[in-house]
């Protein structure tokens, strides 16, 4: 289809307007507060590391990151590996109370965090999970689960079954053709899976502040502490929110081929 | 056609176990506790309905619903129609395309707090450029409803329509060349292309684009807690947090979950319909 010639002006304006408030984040963390508080300059004037400097060498920053990311590589390990052979099923067989249960695990996707948020405290607390890194990642499965089950069985849907029954023929063990050649077919589909399961799960806020309140404390339950304070020491805030953009931004540079092909199932 | 097999169940057991770990039994405790009274002793009282009438008669609940169908109907009103534009004129080939397709999908990197945050610095009419852009036309988010409204509803315009415009970009890149040839040959306009050719191809994208979008945007709470901390205008999932009677917070808990069971349930009908195929498949197969 051809594009008129000024098309790339939609595209470029959009994307200037995306990258405006983030400028604003990394222009503040890059000022000293008296700049920000006290003068309005559309670019530090005085370039400062300190705000990062500060970050880096406090050791509640430090670990406040560490938790969040741990929390996340858990979730998204779960929930790909439980899904994995589910998907298979829904992809390959008809069983009693297939469709209802599909129907039901996508309904979790969409279930609202703040509904959850109070039984999950008394849930967690009675197994004495309260405030551990495995109570969030097994409570992000809520909706992580559902949508991993849901990207990998469109891309297992994708691969013929006669793939299936020649390896059977040949002598393959269910395991052993499921690991040695069924997911090297789907490799893309778990990487997809996986990316979406790590973005939902380091962007949620509201579960993960109600179940991790102090030893591990996720980023942004200090971030939200913070800026809500009195006295917000706003260019150490700036600083600890743009190093919150990094994680994202690497793992969109490593899926950024695959990225398309998981929108165009239309799965996310 | 599939083949049946019961035995399929032991690889759906792992999600089956989970799930009921992280959602029947917490779901089933909310129904506990919207059917009784807490007394100050820990003593539980049945009490039947009486919280959910009260939830039906409270006047906040309704203005918090309304309120937030509202908040959906802009969003999908600017979203959807815009992620389309957008989409329909993103490179399709060459290095436009990755670098479109990263830079665009950074803002649904961001915590959701963060995103709240940035449009907190970005909005303040002290330190924000935007704010102090619009401070002399009296716009100031903490003090003014209307401006609060007009930041969270451009946040989250900022925030999610990237989500439309990829999904629908992945539906236009599907399509074969040889229908623009055809609508070529016939001397269609631009705009029946779009209508006859474009549109119905991104049926099915746009259907789950709107779906995923007035849900997440039902269940708003992370980001305008974090610009207005609580204050105007509360949404249904701050209205539920600032619940503070257990039975009555578990009552409109349900409730909640009661509409949005719904609206999946009509969705998904309206989206399995089309194709006949007991569950909606995907492009690659």
């Not at chain 1, 109370?97 to 979790?108: E, I, M, P, S, V």
């Not at chain 1, 551990?132 to 849901?150: E, G, K, R, S, Y």
Request: net charge neutral; hydrophobic share 55%; with cysteine.
């Amino acid at each position: 289809m051809k594009q008129g010639r000024f098309a790339w002006i939609v595209p470029a304006l959009y994307i200037l307007f995306l990258m405006t408030p983030i400028y604003w984040l990394v222009a503040m963390s890059l000022k000293t507060n008296v700049e920000i508080t006290t003068r309005f300059t559309l670019w530090p004037e005085l370039l400062t590391f300190d705000n990062y400097a500060k970050v880096f060498g406090d050791e509640r920053w430090r670990s406040v990151f560490a938790n969040s990311l741990m929390y996340v590589s858990l979730n998204t390990v779960i929930s790909v590996a439980v899904a994995l052979p589910a998907a298979y099923a829904f992809s390959r067989y008809r069983f009693f109370g297939d469709k209802h249960l599909f129907f039901w695990l996508l309904t979790n996707r969409m279930a609202p965090a703040a509904v959850f948020a109070l039984p999950f405290f008394q849930l967690y607390s009675a197994f004495g999970l309260f405030d551990t890194h495995i109570a969030v990642a097994l409570a992000h499965c809520l909706f992580n689960v559902p949508l991993a089950v849901w990207i990998l069985e469109g891309f297992m849907s994708g691969v013929p079954r006669e793939i299936d029954e020649t390896a059977y023929i040949d002598g393959h063990s269910f395991p052993s053709f499921f690991v040695k050649i069924f997911m090297p077919l789907i490799a893309s589909g778990i990487g997809v899976a996986a990316f979406f399961c790590f973005m939902f799960s380091w962007v949620e806020y509201l579960i993960a502040d109600a179940l991790a309140r102090s030893a591990v404390m996720p980023i942004t339950t200090r971030l939200q502490a913070l800026s809500q304070a009195s006295g917000t020491d706003w260019g150490v805030l700036a600083a600890a929110g743009t190093l919150t953009l990094i994680p994202g931004a690497i793992v969109i540079w490593f899926v950024r081929n695959y990225i398309a092909k998981g929108f165009a199932l239309g799965r996310v | 056609m599939k083949p049946v097999n019961q035995k399929a169940w032991f690889l759906v057991a792992p999600v089956l176990l989970l799930v009921a770990f992280t959602a029947i039994i917490p779901l089933m405790t909310v129904v506990n506790y919207s059917v009784q009274y807490v007394a100050t002793n820990a003593q539980f009282h049945w009490v039947g309905d009486l919280w959910y009438r009260e939830v039906l008669h409270s006047e906040k609940f309704w203005n918090a619903l309304w309120r937030n169908l509202v908040f959906s109907c802009i969003i999908l009103a600017i979203q959807i129609p815009l992620g389309v534009l957008i989409a329909l004129n993103m490179p399709r080939k060459g290095w436009g395309v990755p670098v479109c397709l990263v830079l665009m999908a950074l803002p649904l990197l961001i915590p959701w707090y963060v995103v709240g945050m940035i449009w907190q610095m970005f909005g303040r009419v002290d330190i924000g450029l935007f704010g102090v852009m619009l401070r002399d036309f009296g716009y100031n988010y903490e003090n003014d409803p209307i401006d609060a409204w007009f930041t969270l509803v451009l946040m989250d315009v900022w925030h999610w329509t990237s989500l439309v415009a990829m999904l629908a970009y992945a539906g236009l890149v599907s399509i074969p060349d040889a229908y623009y040839q055809a609508a070529r040959i016939d001397g269609a306009s631009k705009w029946s292309v779009f209508r006859f050719i474009q549109l119905p191809k991104m049926g099915r994208v746009l259907t789950i684009a709107i779906l995923l979008r007035f849900m997440d945007s039902f269940m708003i709470f992370t980001e305008p807690f974090a610009v207005i901390a609580g204050g105007d205008p509360v949404f249904l999932s701050t209205e539920l947090k600032q619940t503070v009677e257990l039975g009555q917070k578990a009552a409109m808990s349900i409730i909640y979950f009661l509409i949005i069971l719904l609206t999946s349930w009509v969705f998904y009908t309206v989206m399995t319909r089309d194709d006949g195929a007991p569950r909606p498949q995907g492009g690659v197969s």
